[in-house]
T-cell receptor, first 113, second 114 residues
Framework: GDSVTQMEGPVTLSEEAFLTINCTYT??????LFWYVQYPGEGLQLLLK?????DKGSNKGFEATYRKETTSFHLEKGSVQVSDSAVYFC????????????FGAGTRLFVKA | GAGVSQSPSNKVTEKGKDVELRCDPI?????LYWYRQRLGQGLEFLIY????????KSGLPSDRFSAERTGESVSTLTIQRTQQEDSAVYLC????????????FGPGTRLLVL
């Protein structure tokens, strides 16, 4: 079945460091790919998404490119801030024309001042 | 409403009791999802509704779990004869009918089974 694998956390970075959180997926069809973020004490919210191969999703300085050849959707940010500290979830949906969404296990990011 | 709401926000119950969790989706959203998030873990898909129908119930962990949706609006997730391993945050999300659309999450119900 479909699956999403994320790098294990926690990831600890200093402010202004470069961030990469790896995400790979397994799917037989053509899913959409998402990154959701969960800030401390808040609910999950969409960070960015890409609906087809080679699309790049971007928001708040974060980017991720849908790479079908490597089945990846790695999250990157050039310069993290303390306020980026959160748990990040990679997800896929719509693979077989349905609504089921598969989430990765989440990666906790700590950014130190 | 402005967003997805869930009630109660916290629920403490004794092992063996039944609990009912409620979700009010964003008005007009025809798709509704339930997830479970155990402490320190990712989201576990439970069930989704398309309108009032549940095409995919494959994530329900056991027959103690059931869910229903009425009026293409509010949904309830019922856990019968709760067990300690049911302790988790139960999240509800809704989205528009278009496939692959963004999901909007509620704040969750934190369930503790003693």
């Amino acid at each position: 079945g479909d699956s999403v694998t994320q790098m294990e956390g926690p990831v600890t970075l200093s402010e202004e460091a470069f961030l990469t959180i790896n995400c790979t997926y397994t799917a037989t069809g053509y899913p959409s790919l998402f990154w959701y973020v969960q800030y401390p004490g808040e609910g999950l919210q969409l960070l960015l998404k890409a609906t087809k191969a080679d699309d790049k999703g971007s928001n708040k300085g974060f980017e991720a490119t849908y790479r079908k050849e490597t089945t990846s959707f790695h999250l990157e940010k050039g310069s993290v801030q303390v306020s980026d500290s959160a748990v990040y979830f990679c997800a896929l949906s719509g693979n077989t024309g349905g609504f089921k969404t598969i989430f990765g296990a989440g990666t906790r990011l700590f950014v130190k001042a | 409403g402005a967003g997805v709401s869930q009630s109660p926000s916290n629920k403490v119950t004794e092992k063996g009791k039944d609990v009912e969790l409620r979700c009010d989706p964003i008005s007009g959203h025809t798709a509704l999802y339930w997830y479970r998030q155990r402490l320190g873990q990712g989201l576990e898909f439970l069930i989704y509704f398309q309108g009032n129908s549940a095409p995919d119930k494959s994530g329900l962990p056991s027959d103690r779990f059931s869910a229903e949706r009425t009026g293409e609006s509010v949904s309830t997730l019922t856990i019968q004869r709760t067990q300690q391993e049911d302790s988790a945050v139960y999240l509800c999300a809704s989205s528009s009918q278009r496939i692959q659309e963004t999901q909007y999450f509620g704040p969750g119900t934190r369930l503790l089974v003693l």
